[in-house]
């Protein structure tokens, strides 16, 4: 999920009741709420930041040790704060004092909520790293989810004005229903949708993906991987229908031009990331101009976002 998206979550698990364990949980909260996401600094480096997003941070290790490493740190800003005890919050007379283990229990709090929202998109989590570098999908909600922002921003909003955690514990529930109901929305589809290929084609699909759109839970984004190609579409449940776009994709994958592509360090990295990808090759001077994108990140059409492709030149090959 988008930062801002996180910021909230931590703010209303801190204003429901969790920021008064301990002094500065409430910043405890929203930092570690987005702490997963410090391999963002991915993209000062020449490598493709998909491969390398949503990993280390994100896994197993990941999740063990920066809620340790946080707590220290605010443990450290604390002893050098020692005079600022007093709360400003109106009707709250002091702030609590300071409890490492609470501050600690805060980190891991927000730290895993982190990675189970931005296991609800189809972008990915590599939850295990960095023992296996294989990545998992929820396919429930697009990153950018203005709803969830609606309802843990409107709880925050009227907990503060009337000083009762109620009104954030009510917008935490809120969110939790919108989540499980789109996630049943999710798998209901992916089921349906595998059942009518099976009978039109005869065979499962290679794989599916059921995505989540932009603002619009009633639809739903529809690839499905044919083996040479894939096949796209727009799911609705009102009226119930499955659209098909009338182009597939060919993937272009094999192609001798795309086997030497691919061991090109940045299509390599890329790959690691990509879930469906397909191939274009545009001849340039020298030779091919191989293209690989992800079908997630495409339109109907197979027109990869520039943000979500990877490049190489591939040497033409001349006879002897």
């Not at 730290?111 to 998109?121: A, E, G, P, R, Y």
């Not at 009104?167 to 939790?176: E, I, K, M, Q, Y």
């Not at 360090?265 to 274009?280: D, K």
């Amino acid at each position: 999920m988008d930062n801002l998206c996180h910021t909230l979550v931590g703010a209303a698990f801190g204003e429901a009741g969790l920021k008064r364990r301990t002094r500065f949980g409430n910043a405890t909260l929203m930092i570690a709420s987005n702490l997963p996401d410090v391999d963002v600094l991915a993209f000062a480096t020449g490598t493709p930041s998909v491969a390398l997003r949503r990993g280390w941070t994100h896994g197993i290790l990941g999740q063990l040790c920066l809620p340790i490493l946080l707590t220290a740190i605010v443990l450290a800003v604390a002893r050098g704060r020692p005079g600022a005890t007093r709360s400003r919050s109106p009707g709250v007379s002091d702030d609590p004092p300071i409890r490492a283990r609470e501050l600690l229990m805060l980190s891991y709090v927000g730290v895993i909520t982190h990675v189970l929202m931005d296991l609800l998109n189809n972008y990915g989590v590599r939850l295990l790293m960095p023992f296996d570098r294989r990545w998992f999908y929820g396919d429930v909600l697009f990153i950018i989810d203005p709803w969830l922002w609606l309802v843990l921003g409107v709880g925050l909003w009227v907990a503060r004005r009337h000083h009762s955690p109620k009104w954030t514990r009510a917008s935490l529930l809120v969110a939790c229903a919108y989540v499980l109901a789109m996630t049943i929305s999710a798998r209901a589809v992916r089921a349906d949708i595998i059942d009518r290929w099976q009978q039109v084609a005869g065979q499962p699909p290679q794989a599916v993906m059921v995505g989540p759109v932009p603002v619009t839970p009633m639809k739903r984004d529809v690839i499905i991987d044919a083996g040479d190609h894939y096949e796209t579409g727009i799911f609705t449940w009102q009226p119930r229908n499955i659209r098909f776009d009338q182009a597939s994709v060919a993937k272009n994958d094999r192609d001798p031009r795309v086997a030497v592509a691919r061991e090109a360090p940045n299509i390599r990295a890329f790959l690691v990331w990509s879930r469906f990808p397909f191939w274009t090759l545009e001849p340039v001077a020298g030779g091919t101009l191989v293209t690989v994108g992800d079908m997630r990140f495409a339109g109907g059409q197979g027109i990869a976002r520039r943000n979500f492709t990877q490049s190489v030149v591939v040497a033409e090959t001349r006879g002897p």
